[in-house]
């Protein structure tokens, strides 16, 4: 049994919040953790904040020193706070915990000159997907031309000390970050005027992580808001929940996992059972490790060993067979009445879940991923009606010849689609070699959104090429009105002006008399006020040429085979409609597509 006092909550029974940090790249992130941290930390002196395995921990007394200017110092219900050590999107992607975030709340870091950017935007649409509450690190204040540094204050006090110019370039700069996640569907409002928190409208602290203005008050916002937001999700629980950051090997340990406890106790020697790439693994600890508190922090590879840990803490795990473990997943503790089976259950459960989300059956990429997390984090984005690539397979961990021949049936299937997507992973030499050889396209990026792009702008390339090649047949839908007094010339060719009243004329499209589906030949040249041009719209009066086909021996003829009253239609076919379906989907409004339903039933096609 744990001893109440030892279990590491507080008197309200929470548990310590877990914290990530997000946003694009050189915002300063790795700078805002090392401020947190404070320098005291390097200098051994931590004031109670300690390093585990991937996280920091910063007991409550520490943030109610650091946070008294604030006169909030009453009652910090959670007994501190865990922020994960490796900063960025991508690492919160893979923390997972029992189908949801690991993460109870983010800092997205915002660079004030820079405002958002592209894994901003990203950051936020994970935030979203995973319903995680954040605030915004509005940093680098200090780099406002003129900011008086006043270190470690809370930023309405550093606010005060800036002259008029600073201030007003300050709001100035805050607006246009406000306007951009606007844009984004985000409401945002300066922290301390921010009466909706928690509401729909996130929070913004001005900070600077180089000066450590705006700290305090970021240090206070998030547990206070977390202990009252979320009480019910940081009630501390005996029940173990445990999640696998990292697996990694290590010199005298063997394979290794590292591990954020959020709730419950590990003992050495527990059985346990993890997600690995063959299934589940059972396996017991063999030991519980910390970093050394009495080395120093540089020092690698020193240990405190312990019987027990309780959470919330990060740890590393020796046991064996961890080889194969995969991150982002939950580990779970075999207990005397436990049912094995059941928990082995649980844990293929978790790589179900994100299975389910491939279309089995249908036609798609293939996409491999560093960690279960970030494969779901594609899957998701890629799901996304902006987005909208099916996917027909997945894989995790790095990309061998095997993936590559699942991705190359597709080759027989829809070529494009002969892809692999691969995030975060190396590509092994002869899976590289066979994709060459075989014409499966590879692509790689550490960006959710690079590799979108890429993948896009093949897409594209291909949609572009393939309406070349049906070019010659396609035909648009176009309904046109003889204009009185305007037929130009009566036979060989046909000229007559012409009023669109559906619909697109294009040169090249053949056309028929709707009375009669008489065809009259194909449209040679179509002149606008002068000029010549490609297609008219609906509404523009045009002179066209219509030349009749070669197999004809006689074209018809103005007068005789149709009269002024008679309009005149796109000659449409069964392929014509399939073709301009298969490529041109986007090309046709709403309004011509009612016409080709139209010319359809004119021309009785099924
Ligand atoms: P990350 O890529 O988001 O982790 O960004 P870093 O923490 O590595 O910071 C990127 C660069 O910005 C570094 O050169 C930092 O020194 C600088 N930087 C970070 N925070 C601040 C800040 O608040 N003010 C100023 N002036 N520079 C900063």
Redesign the pocket.
């Known amino acids: 049994r744990i001893s109440e006092e030892t279990s590491g909550r507080s008197e309200y029974n929470l548990r310590s919040p877990i914290c990530c940090i997000m946003?694009?790249?050189?915002?300063?992130?790795?700078?805002?953790l090392?401020c947190i941290r404070g320098t005291n930390v390097q200098e051994g002196e931590a004031g109670g904040i300690t390093q585990q395995i991937g996280a920091t921990y910063f007991p409550a007394e520490n943030i109610r020193k650091r946070t008294k200017e604030l006169k909030a110092d009453a009652n910090l219900k959670v007994p501190g706070l865990l922020v994960i050590d490796t900063?960025g999107h991508e690492s919160f992607a893979s923390l997972r915990s029992r189908g949801s975030g690991l993460c109870d709340m983010a800092i997205l870091?915002v660079d004030i000159m820079h405002r958002l950017e592209r894994q901003t935007v990203e950051s936020l649409n994970l935030l979203k997907m995973r319903n995680t509450n954040f605030v915004i690190a509005l940093?680098?204040?200090?780099?406002l031309y003129g900011w008086k540094a006043c270190d470690n204050a809370s930023i309405v006090k550093a606010m005060k000390q800036q002259s008029r110019d600073v201030q007003s370039e300050f709001r100035m700069r805050l607006t246009q970050v406000v306007t951009e996640f606007k844009e984004q569907g985000i409401n945002t409002e300066l922290y301390y005027k921010n009466r909706d928190m928690g509401k729909g409208t996130f929070s913004i602290v001005p900070?600077?992580?180089?000066?450590g203005e705006g700290i305090p008050d970021l240090l206070l916002l998030l547990v206070q808001w977390t202990a009252k937001t979320m009480a019910e999700r940081l009630t501390y629980s005996n029940e173990v929940q445990c999640t696998v950051l990292e697996v990694k090997v290590v010199e005298g340990h063997g394979t290794t996992i590292d591990v954020i406890l959020v709730n419950g106790v590990l003992r050495d020697g527990d059985q346990i059972v993890v997600c690995g790439m063959q299934g589940p693994i059972v396996t017991s600890i063999r030991s519980l490790l910390t970093p050394d508190a009495m080395k120093e922090l540089r020092v690698k590879g020193s240990y405190e060993h312990h019987k027990e840990i309780k959470a919330v803490q990060g740890i590393k795990i020796t046991a064996q067979g961890l080889e194969h473990a995969i991150t982002g997943t939950s580990l779970y503790v075999v207990g005397p009445d436990d049912d094995m089976e059941g928990i082995k259950e649980a844990v293929k459960g978790d790589m179900r879940s994100v299975m389910s989300r491939v279309d089995k059956c249908g036609e798609g990429v293939y996409v491999q991923a560093s960690t279960l997390g970030s494969l779901e984090a594609l899957l998701e984005f890629l799901k996304t009606p902006e987005v909208n690539i099916p996917v027909s397979g997945i894989g995790i961990g790095n990309v061998h010849k095997k993936d590559v021949t699942i991705a190359s049936v597709m080759l027989e299937k829809k070529k494009e689609y002969a892809t692999i997507l691969a995030f975060d992973v190396t590509i092994a030499h002869d899976a590289k070699e066979l994709a060459d050889k075989v014409g499966v396209k590879i692509y790689t990026a550490d960006i959710i959104y690079h590799l979108f792009n890429q993948f896009k702008a093949y897409i594209d390339n291909l949609k572009e090429e393939k309406k070349k090649l049906v070019a010659e047949e396609v035909v648009f839908p176009c309904k046109l009105k003889i204009i009185p007094n305007c037929v130009f010339n009566k036979k060989d060719p046909i000229v007559l002006g012409v009023e669109v009243l559906e619909g697109i004329a294009k040169v090249g499209t053949p056309i028929c008399i709707q009375q009669s589906l008489v065809d009259i030949g194909r449209i040679a040249f179509i002149m606008n006020k002068d000029k010549s041009v490609d297609s008219a719209k609906k509404g523009q009066q045009v002179s066209i040429k219509i030349i009749g086909s070669n197999t004809e021996k006689q074209q018809k003829m103005f007068g005789r085979h149709f009269q002024l009253e008679g309009e005149l239609v796109s000659k449409i076919s069964r392929r014509s409609i399939d073709i301009l379906k298969a490529n041109y989907r986007n090309d046709l409004s709403v309004e011509d597509w009612k016409l080709v339903v139209k010319l359809k039933a004119i021309f009785n096609i099924q």
């Not at 946003?23 to 805002?32: A, S």
């Not at 940093?139 to 780099?143: I, S």
């Open positions: 946003g694009h790249v050189d915002t300063g992130k790795t700078k805002l090392d900063p870091v940093n680098k204040v200090d780099r900070a600077s992580a180089i000066s």
